[in-house]
């Protein structure tokens, strides 16, 4: 068969003029940029290389090396706090993991190995950071600014459709204390580790213990070497320990196991999955799950700290889940040991040999660790200029609004993995990215096979999307008075966390819901049925009576019966979720069987 293709440097106008010469669904060339070689950038790389013919991809890292997040942070301890066979691809298993929680050396060599084995680097340059999108109206596109780290040098790169897979957690900052550029001593943020620092025998200060998880990391792996840790704790925090699934490193023989039984690896993360996937109850105020949950947790703590001042300052008040849960391995214990000392309250400034404390007091110090987060306000990193000439950085300055996670109105073409709003905190997060960019596909698949000029979501979608997600989070626990990166002040919106479970995102986002995007056309919308001619007809190796059959094998038709049989309902006897209350779930779990209207 000699495909109709359409090619690149064709205006749009002259696509929809093309398409009227050849059959239903011609394909044009489709210019992609692609902002950031993380995991979802990986993915995005692999799917459409695996799925798509007829366009071009760049992806733009400002790293040396692909991985995002996961090659920039490198701190002592640094972990994820998700079961290492689960933080994969659903596609692609590691069966080598050291063990239950994988250092970010293991997950960066994942990450890396996966763009090795499918030939990925061929569309990435790296040491290139995005500094500039502005639409161009003429070709309905995105004139991507591009700085070449190492040349000293800007580009410029035209795309018709700009991915944003920039991630989250990758924007670093010091924290907002006066005087920490006079401090004297060695100055250090988790996030940008400097490997050559010997902690060996230092007095450390440690600045952080809740909006991220590196706090709690760093101190269990610092404090048997170090002389002392002075750790500056400013608000309590749960820490959470999880049956069933505490650290274990894998012996040799269970990873021979994993390589050589079959079916044994795919049980074991299945198993662990239905379980990541069972926790959503924790999160709802009021519930069973989210009581029993805190009873245990507030019992834990106080076992493991046995200190009654620590007690009255580390245990929160508000609710289990306000924040995001960390196993905390070691980190309780580490808080009572003889060379750590805890100040609590905030630091009023930094001073040439250390902190300044609310309680008047100066804690000098040798080595000083800021394990203060990330710039979390999901602000594109580089200016994004619309249509109209609005600036992302300015629309999105107050409150993050997207379309379901991945789009904003007003910004044609335009897509972004783990936006706001996205399941970062409900469940498995890289099921979600790869919900993310399978609905991605189906809107490039259209934009590509029809002539498509420019697709967004509607401001009215957007507007009912968020007054459904302000109204669910009511109901849970991330909306009590927690500082939080998922919402940008104690009583504010949360902007980082979408309105349900990670299942119940997969299930929205499996069909594009076309009443929500505003679609404009080059020419005739319907000049993708070309000159009448099937894509069938014109290749004689296909079956052109293809629908005659002998039953009938179609699958099913609905919403319902599609998802029953994606998810193979009625072959699983019973399912429970991550046990974070020291009882089984099966003791009066609330959760939903049917419901009907």
Not at 227 to 239: A, G, L, Q, Y
Not at 278 to 287: H, K, P
Request: net charge negative; hydrophobic share 30%.
């Amino acid at each position: 068969m000699a495909d109709f293709i359409i090619g690149t440097n064709t205006s749009p106008d002259a696509h929809a003029q093309r398409r009227l010469e050849g059959p239903i669904h011609a394909e044009r060339h489709v210019n992609i940029v692609c902002v950031g070689a993380g995991a979802s950038g990986l993915l995005m790389a692999y799917k459409l290389q695996k799925h798509f013919s007829n366009y071009s991809l760049t992806v733009y890292e400002k790293n040396p090396e692909v991985s995002g997040t996961w090659f920039e942070n490198r701190y002592p301890g640094c972990a994820c706090d998700v079961p290492s066979h689960n933080y994969t691809w659903s596609f692609e298993p590691k069966l080598d993991w050291s063990g239950v929680y994988a250092s970010s050396r293991e997950i960066y060599k994942y990450f890396d190995d996966f763009a090795k084995k499918y030939n990925l680097k061929q569309y990435i340059k790296t040491e290139h950071q995005v500094v500039g999108a502005y639409w161009d109206d003429g070709s309905s596109g995105y004139n991507v600014k591009i700085k070449d780290i190492k040349a000293g040098t800007e580009i410029t790169h035209h795309c018709d459709i700009l991915i944003n897979a920039s991630g989250i957690l990758n924007n670093w900052m010091w924290p907002a204390i006066p005087g920490l550029d006079k401090y004297k001593g060695t100055l250090l943020h988790t996030a940008n580790w400097d490997d050559s620092v010997d902690l060996r025998g230092k007095h450390v200060g440690l600045i952080g213990n809740g909006r991220s998880s590196s706090g709690i990391q760093v101190l269990p792996k610092i404090q048997p070497i170090t002389s002392k840790v002075t750790t500056f704790i400013r608000e309590p925090t749960w820490v959470s320990p999880v049956q069933g699934l505490e650290q274990h490193i894998y012996s040799e023989q269970e990873q021979r196991d994993f390589a050589n039984k079959a079916g044994l690896l795919t049980e074991y993360r299945k198993g662990i999955e239905r379980g990541l996937n069972g926790q959503f109850g924790i999160f709802l105020r009021d519930t069973k799950p989210n009581n029993d949950t805190h009873d245990y947790m507030l019992a834990q703590m106080k076992e493991k700290l046995q200190n009654q001042y620590l007690e009255e300052r580390l245990i929160p008040q508000w609710s289990v889940g306000c924040r995001r849960l960390t196993p905390g391995v070691g980190y309780l214990e580490s808080l009572g040991k003889d060379n750590v000392e805890v100040v609590y309250g905030e630091i009023n400034s930094i001073t040439e040999k250390g902190c300044l404390c609310d309680n008047g007091k100066e804690y000098p110090v040798d080595v000083l660790i800021c394990a203060t987060g990330f710039n979390t306000t999901f602000k594109p990193r580089f200016p994004l200029i619309g249509p109209n000439g609005t600036n992302l950085q300015d629309q999105w300055k107050e409150e993050a609004q997207s379309y379901l996670g991945m789009a904003a109105d007003g910004f044609p073409n335009y897509m972004i993995f783990l936006g706001p709003n996205s399941p970062i905190g409900n469940g498995p997060v890289l099921s979600a990215i790869e919900a993310q960019a399978d609905y991605m596909l189906q809107l490039i698949d259209r934009f590509q096979t029809r002539n498509i000029r420019t697709f967004a979501p509607t401001k009215e979608a957007i507007t009912d999307f968020i007054a459904h997600k302000d109204r669910f989070m009511t109901k849970s626990v991330w909306a009590d008075p927690c500082r939080s990166w998922y919402k940008n002040r104690p009583d504010g919106p949360i902007t980082a966390l979408w309105p349900g479970s990670t299942l119940h995102y997969i299930e929205a986002l499996r069909d594009v819901r076309i009443e929500d995007w505003d679609i404009k056309y080059s020419g005739n919308r319907f000049a993708w049925l070309g000159n009448g001619y099937s894509q069938t007809e014109l290749d004689p190796t296909a079956d052109w009576g293809y629908y005659i059959r002998e039953v009938d094998d179609d699958g099913p038709a609905t919403t319902g019966g599609k998802r029953r049989l994606i998810s193979k309902s009625g072959t699983v006897e019973s399912n429970s979720g991550i046990d974070f209350s020291g009882k089984k779930a099966a003791e009066g779990e609330e959760r939903p069987r049917e419901f009907r209207l």
